[in-house]
């Protein structure tokens, strides 16, 4: 394919300098973003991955059930890793298992105390991250999808 030639989406296979930049801006906004909210977790006692299947549990759109099933999904985890980072969780007190009522084969699980505890630490501290470096995230986002002149 030729240089500035579309693909069948319409695409132009072409990258400009600044798009490069723009993405690596965008991917550094990024990770600098998701390495605060890492040690944020770890200052709260707990791992980065329980952290995500704990606000995975209490951040469910409504009407979904925090099975193990949806929360695998969600998180976008084989099956039996969510079984294995749930059951760190309930060994450490902070979720609670518990049968469905519905459906008897089905688990569900839930913060306890503890659990909304430490999720509340983490959550209030990247809300306030976001809140004052979101503008710059959402600037290099901007430049990164704007529709080249």
């Given at each position: 394919m030729r240089a500035g030639a579309t693909d069948r989406r319409g695409l132009s296979k072409a990258v400009s300098q600044a798009e490069y930049q723009a993405l690596a801006e965008f991917r550094y906004e990024?990770?600098?973003?998701?390495?605060?909210?890492?040690?944020?977790?770890?200052?709260?006692?707990?791992?980065?991955?329980?952290?995500?299947?704990?606000?995975?549990?209490?951040?469910?759109?409504?009407g979904k059930k925090p099975s193990i099933k949806q929360v695998a999904e969600q998180l976008r985890l084989q099956h039996h890793s969510a079984v294995e980072l749930t059951t760190r969780l309930v060994d450490r007190g902070l979720v609670r298992r518990e049968r469905s009522l519905e459906d008897r084969r089905s688990i569900l699980l839930s913060l306890t105390k503890e659990g909304e505890r430490a999720l509340d630490e983490v959550v209030c501290y990247s809300l306030t991250q976001l809140r004052e470096e979101g503008p710059e995230l959402l600037r290099s986002l901007a430049r990164l999808v704007k529709r080249p002149s």
């Open positions: 990024l990770a600098s973003f998701l390495r605060r909210r890492r040690r944020a977790a770890q200052n709260a006692g707990i791992e980065p991955q329980q952290y995500e299947l704990m606000l995975a549990i209490k951040g469910l759109p409504e």
